[in-house]
């Protein structure tokens, strides 16, 4: 193990690889291999507020920060492969974001997290690295809470209708949509509402439209969990 | 903090969140003095601003004094600030710029100044300085408009005159030692900072008027107070500060970009030009200094391109060792290199071959005006023949688009130096054709954009009077009317708000009740087109009984007291007068490199300068 180590630290160079390893015993000489890892972060308190665009913007420079060696496009103007899972509307905290970049060297894992968390925010907390054994788009369930003092037990029963006609904003304006089946299940507790909602993405429902049949004007969005369609946790 | 209900009700909420990577963060707790440093426009103009990074970067050096940020909210977080009463509030505290030790304000451009009225007013703080009470904020103003600040004399407290690294850290240590020895008030700590160099303090001042409405007398009003206030500038600029980390907006701001500042100043006196006067003597930073700070502030920042910025790159005397540096590493790692600003008579292959953005996007050359004659006049020391080969060069290597800047209303000018623009973008095309077929690129496109002359402080035109409005439109549709070749396309700036701000460059305190109304009045954001209101603009100087004639169009007197007359650039008034004489006379000036003129600057010293020492 300590000769891997070696070799990990030459290829990484980073500051705090010796200390890492002395503190840690057993996971950390996980040596992440050239090809796909899946990062999972999350984004927290102001950062609700930056867009899934400027998200990118700001990996992508996380990324050259933290020096990590990510595989760039070819030709004239070059730029970091980079794969997104589910957009998240401006307004929305999240546990769970995942990226998939291509490692052109092996990492260790624990160095990839810690240094491109330290290139991120405080808000924006790397929370693992791995190599994915799913595709992005398999997420099919997304759970949300949603935290307001206006939630009403009234309101939140109508989310057991059969049928919840909304309009639904789209590229072709306004459309009527039944969004009950998109709904798998919620359930309140006091100000809160934990809510699971389609993602996939033909049938993807934004918990802002949840919301607005909860009647809710002042109200706080948390992405929680996401899985695949089987109901198990997505990886 | 903003809450979330108010952050959602707006378009662009990114702008207000905070949060940035490397944004500072200090213990409220543990602080002797705060101070918030607003930028008067938006967020993302702000964000680009090389001088607010420095000065954010070098006051947050002071022990135990935290330097947050503001912007300017765009109408719609105004409208929402207003509607819940909700103050303007600093980036990274999410605190209320009322409570702020001091609020310093960057003054880049005369039409920023509703918003600075306004930006105090959300933040609750009293327009006017007369009206500031001990619980009040210091009001600092600074940047290039701070040279003749007396439109906006009456809502500051004190201005800083020049370069601000060591300026407003010797500010900031003036203000905590006054508050930690326990002898701080308004009264004291003001006169105290007029004592610094380079600080203005407008209220120790008073100022006289003729019945013409010119400056009788301009004079201190108590002993010890400095008659004139000499600029303050950073003598050996590889030792100046410069900040190792930036702050990281989420959202698309101007440049996103590393910034390399490569030297300061400009060898070249256009006598329009007044960055060439304010920013004299020319002091350059070393290439190992400069290539060591950048290779430091991409590290930093993960930003894939490096612009080096100066008034004219191309007059950087090591630009070959520089750009030589900077290659060898640059470009395995994929970072582009950018210049701003070209001159054509050093715009050579071997440059354009160095720079990405010349390889990918157009030319862009500022000729400045159509005839020989008229830039012998402006001392624009170049001639077509430099321009004919810069352009041979571009295009022999595949470009076809070059864009071409120009400036009307110059002195001196007449109609026939109009037809010299429409005639050099018409030899510009023609010369392409001359370039061999296999070189060439697909059909050319000259973009000929002009903007109206605007007489500004501190240069040898300070004293002329600017064209007519009426002249300044007649003479934009004229040269509309000798352009008629489709591959030259015409671009003009609207003359209406250049009128505006020369009344306003060239100001003084009377101007106040003007600024004033118009923030009454709801006027903001006046250099942006969609809220650019001229007509109300009159409307508000008639009402206040100001001509703005007095101060745009006419002729200042040669021997009358101007508005910023207090101020010592080093540049003497002498030497100006001098080169406005040489203009009306089409004789030129050698720049600083081949020989001294004589301007005054280098009583200023400095390192690594073309100025002779003293």
């Not at chain 1, 927290?44 to 899934?52: A, C, D, T, V, Y």
């Not at chain 2, 306004?118 to 904020?137: F, S, V």
């Amino acid at each position: 193990m300590s000769e891997a180590v070696n070799t990990n630290e030459n290829v990484i160079n980073a500051e705090n690889t010796a200390q890492t390893i002395t503190e840690n015993t057993e996971n950390t000489a996980e040596l992440l291999p050239e090809g796909a890892v899946r990062i999972k972060f999350e984004k927290r308190g102001s950062l609700k507020f930056i867009s899934h665009l400027d998200i990118q913007r700001t990996v992508k420079t996380a990324l050259r920060r933290a020096k990590i060696p990510v595989w760039y496009s070819q030709g004239f103007n070059p730029h970091p492969k980079m794969t997104f899972a589910l957009p998240l509307s401006i307004g929305t905290e999240s546990l769970c974001e995942y990226i998939d970049i291509r490692l052109t060297r092996p990492m260790e894992r624990e160095t990839l997290i810690r240094s491109l968390d330290g290139a991120l925010s405080p808000e924006m907390n790397v929370l693992d690295a791995y190599i994915p054994q799913s595709k992005l788009s398999e997420i099919a369930w997304a759970e949300y809470e949603l935290s307001s003092p206006q939630l009403l037990d009234a309101e939140v029963a109508k989310l057991s209708a059969e049928s919840i006609p909304i309009l639904k904003n789209t590229k072709n304006g306004e459309k009527e949509v039944d969004i009950a089946p998109m709904i798998r299940e919620y359930k309140a507790n006091g100000d809160t509402i934990r809510v699971t909602l389609s993602a996939d993405s033909a049938h993807y429902l934004n918990p802002e439209y949840v919301a607005s049949v909860l009647r809710l004007t002042d109200w706080t969005t948390t992405r929680t969990a996401v899985f695949f369609a089987d109901g198990s946790e997505f990886r | 903090m903003y809450s979330d209900k108010l952050l959602k009700s707006v378009l662009k909420p990114g702008r207000y969140s905070g949060g940035e990577y490397a944004q500072i963060i200090k213990d409220k707790n543990a602080l002797d003095a705060r101070m918030v440093f607003c930028f008067p426009d938006t967020y993302e103009i702000g964000m680009s601003n090389l001088g607010v990074r420095l000065l954010y970067g070098v006051l947050n050096t002071i022990d135990r004094f935290w330097c947050e940020r503001a912007y300017a909210p765009w109408v719609d977080m105004e409208r929402e600030l207003r509607a819940a009463n909700e103050p303007l509030r600093a980036h990274e505290s999410g605190d209320p710029l009322s409570v702020f030790d001091i609020v310093g304000f960057t003054l880049q451009y005369e039409l920023c100044y509703t918003n600075v009225l306004n930006m105090l007013e959300l933040g609750g703080i009293p327009l006017m300085a007369a009206q500031r009470g001990e619980g009040d904020p210091i009001v600092l103003g600074g940047g290039p408009c701070a040279y003749n600040a007396e439109p906006v004399a009456e809502f500051f407290d004190v201005f800083s005159i020049g370069e601000g690294e060591d300026a407003l850290c010797e500010f900031a240590r003036l203000y905590i030692k006054m508050k930690t020895d326990g002898v701080y008030t308004r009264e004291k700590f003001l006169r105290e900072v007029s004592h610094l160099e380079g600080f203005y303090v407008p209220s120790l001042y008073d100022v006289s008027y003729n019945p013409d409405g010119t400056i009788s007398a301009f004079a201190p009003k108590y002993p010890g107070v400095p008659a004139k206030i000499t600029k303050r500038i950073m003598r050996d600029m590889d030792k100046a500060y410069y900040p190792s980390k930036l702050v990281m907006p989420y959202i698309e701001t101007v440049h996103d970009r590393v910034v390399l500042e490569v030297y300061r100043g400009c060898i070249r006196g256009c006598r329009f030009c007044q960055a060439g006067m304010i920013f004299r003597p020319v002091r350059e930073k070393s290439p190992e200094v400069l290539d060591c700070k950048a290779r430091e502030l991409v590290d930093a920042s993960g930003f894939d391109e490096i612009s080096l910025s100066s008034l004219s790159i191309s007059d950087y005397s090591k630009l070959d060792e520089l750009t030589d540096r900077l290659l060898s590493w640059t470009n395995a790692e994929q970072i582009s290199l950018s210049l701003p600003s070209l001159r054509v008579d050093s715009f050579t292959k071997e440059l354009m071959d160095k720079i990405s953005t010349v390889r990918t996007g157009g030319l862009t050359f500022a000729p400045e005006a159509g005839t020989q004659r008229l830039r012998d006049a402006i001392n624009k020391n170049v001639c077509e023949d430099d321009l004919f080969r810069a352009c041979r060069v571009a295009f022999e290597a595949g470009k076809s688009s070059v864009k071409l800047y120009f400036m009307q209303g110059l002195p001196t000018e007449q109609y026939d130096d109009l037809d010299g623009i429409a005639k050099l973008a018409k030899d510009v095309i023609d010369l392409y054709y001359t370039v061999p077929r296999e070189l060439r690129g697909r059909s050319p496109q000259v973009t000929v954009s002009v903007s109206c002359f605007i007489p500004k402080p501190f240069t040898p035109f300070q004293w002329e009077g600017q064209d007519a409005l009426e002249v300044l439109c007649d003479k934009q549709k004229y040269l509309g009317s000798k352009i008629s070749d489709k591959k030259i396309r015409y671009n003009w700036h609207e003359a209406k708000v250049s009128r505006l701000e020369a009344v306003f460059a060239r100001g003084n305190r009377r101007l106040a009740p003007a600024l004033l109304e118009a923030h009454k009045r709801g006027v903001r954001f006046d250099s942006w087109d969609e809220f650019f209101d001229y007509d109300k603009w009159m409307e508000i100087f008639g009402d206040c009984g100001i001509d703005p004639a007095f101060y745009a169009n006419r002729e200042f007197g040669a021997d009358e007291i101007l508005p910023w007359d207090n101020i010592d650039i080093g540049v003497t008034k002498e030497f100006l007068r001098r080169e406005r004489d040489k203009a009306y006379e089409h004789k030129t000036t050698p720049n600083c490199r081949e020989q001294c003129s004589g301007c005054g600057a280098n009583r200023l010293g400095g390192e690594r300068t073309p100025c002779p020492k003293l």
